[in-house]
């Protein structure tokens, strides 16, 4: 049998095209444009003074912080989900986007008795959920905070 044709040629020579094509790829990705990446305000000036940005892009991941609402539940769930989706909304997102909820309640069976407000804005979306009732948020009028993560289109 010719050597060109014997099994640990055809191998060595199988392992470097893989290990050339592996190579191209690895480049290839190298010169792929950095996603962009940073703080994203809402209301620039305030959250600069307070030290922190209504959400984060890292890479094609958004992280947007906790949104509060006071006052009855059945109030206060419509407002939040309402700012979370013109947070998305700038973002070229929307609730099919989100991957990751983060719910907090003063009164979780006030919050539960509203899930089809909630509902309404995730329009058929389940995102990973961990809702927990909290003694207090950070002011004493508050009864809900929800933080998304939410997932860019590759």
């Not at 959400?55 to 979370?84: C, F, H, T």
């Not at 069976?109 to 058929?124: D, I, N, S, V, W």
């Amino acid at each position: 049998m010719p050597a060109a044709l014997t099994p640990r040629p055809l191998l060595i020579a199988l392992i470097s095209l893989l290990a050339s094509l592996h190579t191209a790829s690895a480049l290839a990705q190298a010169a792929t444009p950095v996603k962009p990446q940073g703080c994203v305000y809402g209301h620039e000036a305030s959250e600069r003074d307070i030290g922190y940005c209504q959400a984060v892009r890292s890479g094609n991941m958004l992280y947007i912080s906790g949104i509060v609402a006071a006052g009855p539940m059945d109030k206060a769930v419509p407002q939040v989900y309402e700012e979370l989706r013109q947070v998305l909304k700038r973002q070229g997102l929307d609730f099919s986007n989100v991957v990751k909820e983060n719910l907090y309640a003063t009164d979780l069976p006030a919050m539960l008795t509203q899930m089809e407000a909630r509902k309404r804005f995730y329009a058929g979306a389940t995102p990973a959920a961990t809702w927990a009732q909290v003694q207090k948020l950070f002011a004493p009028e508050l009864v809900l905070e929800v933080e998304l993560i939410a997932a860019f289109p590759r």
